[in-house]
């Protein structure tokens, strides 16, 4: 799919354009994705080396039950090698990491396939690098793996697709043709018939940028042919500039200045497209227009041909007033011909487009063909000499990526010049092309508003010249003088890159002057901040250079080349790569300083100032998990812990930011702990800086999952200073990570007393509304885990926080939802806040969330309604009101989450307290549905289910149909578990099942009675009732056998 999708697919701006051609090339991928999971079953098992990733308008709902679903998100069951599901969702972003899983999500898709398909293509413009790895063509020796096999198989399949895909669009090309190569020909040499010297000349000259000609007629390289390219002009009209132009099937336009073959950013549109050469001149020379118009011009020669020069008159004409002349009838043969020529190609089939002069060069034509380009070399050496500007490494870099046999010219003959994966030599034409990460891509292709682009860009690109050409002194004055541009802007960023800068840039790293190195790195450390420049820079092979930098005993340099890798390693492929060439380790390395001392020599501050610059890069390298395993293996903790005293801000900063990167990872909360970092951390929430404290509360929020970090907390007076920040509503983003640490800190009760104290709560319920979604999941989570005591749900009803509580349950971030229900209700264990939920329509809003996807908030949703109708003023009528709630809250028993399960197994047993509604979801089959839950070995949902199937007892013939379904047995195995309350719920269900003999025969004989023996001792009233009351059920029924038997 890379050539195809690079060559044959129309782009605009980094979006396929909405063209026939794409359609079809789209239809063509849906086609083949839909079909390869059975056509390739084996190769469709072939897990990614990087995933697709997109942003997707599928839901969770649209995805089969083979698919575990968790609310709004979905992943496959079956994963990689790393635990990764090989398909996850999570709402809009979507990635696949096998053809299987892919093939299955376009048939899922139904009408929205090509939308899909369409947006996956954009988001991984490069995906057959994604699929089978940046270097797999570059392996050495042979391996003979299974995972190998298939991946050629897997290359040899998209390689067949692409051939179809370029065949079918080139047909497609053919069909739209109105200019031949052949009238092309004809025009451009009877306007070289009128050029040359004198006053009656209509131009000055006429020429080709190459004189290479293929079999087809064609002068365009072929990536260009399939977009119906013919050739290019260069135009000297004798009153205007020069005009570069390109001669294409659907017409002739101006393009952005090729002036030799590759220059990729060039082929661009400039003007509007003309039906043939003459109306395009035209329209942009005075000159040649009032010469044809007066018929005062002398031919140079005999021109090839009998037609009169303004043969080509087009409607164009008669917009712009003019009359129709007497060529008009000429106009007409030369289309007739051009068809005519065009019939002829077509009758011959579609001719095979030759290889480029650059191809040849490497040695891979036939001996026939080697001449003719020697032929060629010879008649154009004139016209090269007029050659201004270099090939651009940008255009050449996406032949390699596209046609593997493609070098990479423009290289600079006196330094050494490495390939994306390090190597050198014959390495670099096989390595392919980039990863695409993230948003890396989108802004990857520049569209036409980039056409004038000002004085900057070409007085750059003359630099990159002299530092091409120059010696030491000319390169670190070119160096200096580049530096005075602003590198901030894009266009000076897309300069440098666009002439082939950023690769001289990186040559000079590998050079023995530090003036040259360290000017080179600032420049690479500004123009890095741009993602295509990061993306340029690891495909050039530069961070490997800048990792083997950071051993240099030059401190400058090591800064320096810290920061870029800082810049650089902002996705995933470029931190994959600071990693395997050993550039964690030296990063922790830079940490080893002396950053707490009062007093700091010269050479200790540059250390300090070593280490800062190592953190930032450690700060971007630990977004990949195994880069914070690499960092800790690498002893990166303990100098962490050590740089967190500092008094420097600066050096604060990506410390305690890599800190909190690394803080999702078990080992580093221990760490943290161990270390006395929470300490520091807690000190530095008083700082005056915001940035800090953000990035100090969003570790704490992190870290305290765990209740010894929350009990340090505590302990170093960390919770005031969190409640203080609250105040600082502005900034969302450190709101965000406050309101987070005070939610995590809150699941302690000892704190959720200081917050008491701190009047936490009133500030907290100020922040329910007009606030990010981040900051009120924070917000109700931390309001959900105070009202757990009975004083903070007053407080929250008297500080009006339960209205907007109720409100956001009608959001749709699932996240908001899980927290929101368990605040609600929290509140309704009190009768006072459930009569005004109850008068807001909140039982409602929580029974409408069980419809909800995301079983997390089913769960929560139920265990909220389950206080609700305990306290709920005629809680029976208020349920039976909810039209299809019974009966939607017993098919949830049906679930496989076994949270949801327990959940709704509790609200059941609270609903089966009124009769009415007891009979209701008796009929709806509750009773066979509870027996098939029994064999649970969840000591949590058998405690529920227990409490459930003791409700239901209590109507009608449930109790017989809970023995016959089978439900006896398993529930006297509960009594064997550890769980106090679960021993309770089973004594109190065996008591109602045991009023029906049968049920009496069925737990004898599975050994309840010692069980239960044992349990009438208990100090738990109600178990010792329950156990007491099913014995003497039990002994009833045998003494009734025994006076029957024995009279």
């Known amino acids: ?92 972003d979507i990635s696949v990491r096998s053809f299987s899983h892919l093939s299955k999500l376009v048939q899922l898709a139904n009408d929205s396939k090509l939308k899909e398909v369409r947006a996956c293509l954009e988001a991984n413009m490069e995906p057959v690098v994604k699929m089978l790895g940046p270097n797999f063509t570059t392996t050495e020796g042979k391996d003979s793996s299974a995972e190998a096999e298939l991946k050629v198989k897997l290359l040899l399949i998209l390689q067949q697709l692409d051939m179809q895909l370029l065949n079918s669009s080139i047909t497609q090309l053919s069909q739209e043709v109105r200019l031949s190569p052949a009238a092309v020909k004809r025009d451009v040499e009877l306007l070289k018939s009128v050029c040359g010297g004198g006053e009656k000349r209509l131009l000055k000259s006429v020429c080709y940028t190459s004189d290479y000609e293929f079999s ?56 509007d497209v003309y039906k043939d050469l003459v109306t395009l001149l035209k329209s942009k020379s005075p000159h040649f227009t009032e010469s044809i118009n007066k018929q005062d011009f002398v031919i140079q020669g005999e021109p090839p041909t009998t037609l009169k020069i303004p043969h080509v008159e087009t409607v164009d004409v008669e917009e712009r007033g003019q009359t129709l002349r007497s060529y008009e009838h000429q106009q007409k043969n030369v289309h007739e011909k051009s068809r005519q020529q065009l019939a002829l190609n077509k009758s011959g089939g579609v001719k095979k487009l030759e290889p480029s002069l650059k191809w040849k060069n490497l040695g891979l034509t036939s001996p026939h063909e080697e001449t003719e380009v020697k032929k060629a070399r010879k008649n154009g050496g004139g016209e090269k000499a007029t050659e201004s500007r270099t090939k651009s490494p940008r255009s050449e870099s996406k032949k390699k990526a596209d046609f593997s046999g493609s070098p990479l010219p423009g290289r600079l003959s006196s330094q050494k010049t490495k390939s994306p994966g390090g190597g050198t030599g014959a390495e670099e034409f096989s390595e392919s092309s980039s990863e695409s990460e993230e948003d890396e891509e989108q802004s990857e292709r520049r569209g036409e508003s980039h056409t004038d682009l000002p004085s900057e860009y070409w007085q750059i690109q003359k630099l990159v010249k002299y530092l091409k050409g120059g010696n030491q002194t000319a390169t670190v004055i070119a160096l200096c003088c580049m530096r005075d541009f602003n590198l901030a802007q894009e266009t000076c960023q897309l300069a440098i890159r666009d002439v082939g800068g950023l690769e001289v840039l990186i040559n000079l790293l590998d050079t023995d002057e530090v003036k040259c190195k360290i000017g080179s790195l600032k420049i690479l450390k500004e123009i890095s901040r741009s993602s295509q420049i990061r993306r340029a820079i690891a495909n050039l092979g530069g961070l490997q250079t800048m990792v083997s930098i950071l051993d240099s005993p030059d401190k400058e340099l090591k800064c320096l080349a810290a920061e870029t890798i800082a810049n650089v390693a902002k996705f995933r492929r470029a931190r994959r790569t600071v990693r395997q060439y050993g550039g964690i380790k030296r990063l922790v390395e830079l940490l080893d300083c002396v950053p707490d001392s009062a007093m700091l020599s010269a050479d200790q501050e540059k250390d300090v100032e070593v280490a800062r610059c190592g953190a930032l890069a450690l700060w971007s390298c630990s977004k990949s998990t195994r880069n914070k395993e690499a960092i800790r293996k690498a002893g990166g903790i303990p100098l962490l812990a050590r740089l967190l005293k500092s008094p420097q801000k600066n050096m604060l900063i990506p410390v305690v ?43 704490i929020f992190k870290c305290a999952e765990d209740k010894r970090t929350r009990d340090l907390v505590r302990q170093y007076e960390g919770l005031e200073p969190l409640v203080v920040l609250l105040n600082e509503a ?73 209205p907007p509580l109720v409100s956001l349950l009608t959001g749709t971030n699932q996240a908001l939802l899980v927290n929101v229900t368990r605040a609600v209700g929290a509140c309704a264990t009190e009768s006072e806040n459930m009569t005004i939920i109850d008068r807001l329509d909140g039982v409602r809003l929580l029974w409408s ?10 769960a929560s949703a139920a265990w909220a309604i389950c206080p609700c109708i305990e306290n709920a003023k005629d809680a029976g009528e208020m349920v039976r009101s909810f039209v299809g709630g019974l009966e939607l809250i017993v098919n949830l028993l049906k679930s496989p989450n076994k949270e949801v399960l327990a959940s709704v197994c509790a609200a059941i047993a609270k609903i089966a307290k009124d009769e009415e509604n007891l009979a209701v979801i008796t009929d709806h089959g509750v009773v066979p549905m509870l027996s098939n839950l029994t064999n649970t070995a969840d ?19 449930n109790r017989v149909a809970f023995g016959e379904a089978g439900a006896v047995a398993p ?77």
């Open 849 to 858: 969330l069980l419809k909800n996807p995301n079983p997390d908030v089913q």
């Open 1 to 92: 799919m890379g050539v195809a999708l690079t060559r044959a697919a129309q782009w605009t701006t980094g979006k396929l354009e909405v063209s026939p051609l794409n359609e079809a090339l789209l239809k063509d991928i849906v086609h083949f994705v839909e079909q390869f999971n059975s056509r390739h079953p084996q190769e469709a098992k072939l897990v990614f080396t990087e995933p697709l990733q997109w942003t997707t308008a599928l839901q969770a709902s649209d995805f089969t039950s083979e698919y575990e679903l968790s609310g709004s998100s979905v992943h496959s069951q079956d994963t990689d090698e790393d635990e990764r599901p090989l398909l996850q969702l999570i709402p809009p």
């Open 216 to 271: 087809n007629g064609c002068r365009s390289p072929p990536w260009r042919q399939v977009h119906g390219e013919i050739a290019y002009l260069i135009i000297e009209p004798c009153d205007i500039e020069p005009l570069f132009i390109t001669c294409s099937t659907a017409g002739v336009y101006l393009n952005s200045g090729i002036k030799q073959e590759g220059e990729e950013n060039a082929y661009e549109r400039k003007s």
């Open 971 to 1047: 529930l006297v195995r509960y009594l064997r578990s550890k769980d106090p309350s679960v021993h309770q719920a089973t004594a109190q269900a065996l008591f109602q099942l045991s009023k029906d003999p049968n049920n009496c025969i069925a737990m004898h004989e599975n050994g309840v009675v010692k069980l239960l023996l044992g349990m009438m001792g208990s100090t738990d009233e109600v178990l010792q009732e329950a156990a007491a009351g099913c014995v003497a059920n039990i002994r009833r029924l045998a003494l009734a056998n025994e006076k029957a038997k024995y009279g």
């Open 730 to 802: 502005d900034n969302k983003q450190l709101l965000a990570a406050v309101t987070g640490a005070i939610w995590k800190c809150s699941i302690s009760m000892e704190n959720v007393v200081k917050f008491e104290e701190f009047k936490a709560l009133e500030m907290l319920v100020s922040l329910l509304t007009d606030q990010p979604e981040e900051v009120l999941v924070n917000v109700v989570g931390a309001l959900g885990e105070c009202a757990q005591r009975p004083a903070n749900r007053a407080t929250i009803r008297k500080s009006a926080g339960i």
């Open 939 to 957: 000591d949590k949902l058998r405690r529920y289910l227990a409490e459930a199937v003791a409700r239901c007892c209590m109507w009608g013939s």
């Open 657 to 699: 930011g890599t800190l909190q990167e690394c803080a999702s990872e078990m080992s580093y909360r221990i760490a943290i702990q161990t270390e006395g970092m929470i300490e520091d951390l807690v000190k530095n929430l008083n700082c005056d800086n915001q940035e800090l404290q953000m990035h100090c509360a969003s570790a």
